[in-house]
């Protein structure tokens, strides 16, 4: 077997270009203490569209991003700055800041991705273009009514099998579209512990629609989602400095979004798009971050798993006001920072309609370039 590798960016440049989709529709959101080198590889599949980076740490350290890319840049000044009071949502030395850029786009959709995850290669060794694949889930349909055997009825070579029904053929609007990664797994610090050099080499091509009533862990590096769908249910929750846990904001967002995608009749994908994530955090670090959590989540997801939100709730940002009323009155006996958090999940809602609502630009306030 050929070993495993990234694309390189003379590999990306060869792609043969067509008209990127939803140029003008689409903001990818990037989180980084770094510079952001990473954009060379992928410049023929970000290139065209919008950036909305937003710096992570010490405000005062310069951000260097390559020549040609469109983008403004959010450090926590600006958050501070923009946001006021209400910055006191958004997390402080974890890549939950990532969901300040959900807060201040303008587009119907988002890409998010991390400044260490490159490009892969499909088995045939050709570069693996995520964002196109992730807009192809986003712009089909889904099924989370009945499962069908061949996976996604709406890719090219595939259909609905024998048995399905045909009053759910339709499908329902696709709001997350969740990517995979070759290279280094998303593991948990107990499983990077014990399998210190296991290495993700399969490159499944499948896409599936998680089913209603099934929870799933969200990964945040290779992630889509139509924000004028779900958008306010993308909260990365309160993590890093000053909290008790790290790790977890992605795993919080998606246990919400899920929740709600259910109760409003929306869909999730998982499967492709893969990108090559090229480096394992240390599993020391970050078993202290995630301690609390392994424990936690014990508790926390049979809780999602009973949450029923009333009829009345027919909006994104009603749902998650009922849901954080409901982490408040269960989960508080968990632990305090519930409390807390229910909290911040309203003071995100706020800040969230504040930005949003009709003539209102945080754009502005950016560092556009």
Partial sequence: MAPLESATAAETAAVPKGAPQLKDELDIVIPTIRNLDFLEMWRPFFEPYHLIIVQDGDPSKTIKVPDGFDYEL????????????????????????????????????????????????????????????????????????????????????????????????????????????????????????????????????????????????????????????????????????????????????????????????????????????????????????EYKGIFWQEEIIPFFQAVSLPKECTSVQKCYIELSKLVKEKLSKVDPYFDNLADAMVTWIEAWDELNQPGASAEADGKAK
Avoid at 104 to 112: C, D, H, P, Q, R
Avoid at 163 to 186: C, K, M, Q
Avoid at 233 to 253: E, K, T
């Fill in 74 to 289: 959010y450090n926590r000044n600006d958050i501070n700055r923009i946001l006021g009071p209400k910055a006191s949502c958004i997390s402080f030395k974890d890549s939950a800041c990532r969901c300040f850029g959900y807060m201040v786009s303008k587009k119907k959709y988002i890409f998010t991705i991390d400044d260490d995850c490159f490009v892969a290669k499909d088995p045939s060794g050709k570069p693996h273009n995520a964002l196109e694949q992730h807009i192809k889930n986003l712009l089909s349909p889904s099924t989370p009514f009945f499962f069908n055997t061949l996976y996604d009825p709406f890719r090219e070579g595939a259909d609905f099998v024998r048995g399905y029904p045909f009053s759910l053929r339709e499908g329902v609007p696709t709001a997350v579209s969740h990517g995979l990664w070759l290279n280094i797994p998303d593991y948990d610090a107990p499983t990077q512990l014990v399998k210190p050099l296991e290495k993700n080499t399969r490159f499944v091509d499948m896409v599936l629609t998680i089913p209603k009533g099934t929870l799933f862990p969200m990964c945040g590096m290779n992630l889509a989602f139509d924000r004028e769908l779900i958008g306010p249910a993308m909260y990365f929750g309160l993590m890093g400095d000053g909290q008790p846990i790290g790790r977890y904001d992605d795993m919080w967002a998606g246990w919400c979004t899920k929740v709600i995608c259910d109760h409003l009749g929306l869909g999730v994908k998982t499967g492709l798009p893969y990108i090559f994530h090229s480096k394992a955090s240390n599993p020391f670090v970050n078993l202290k971050k």
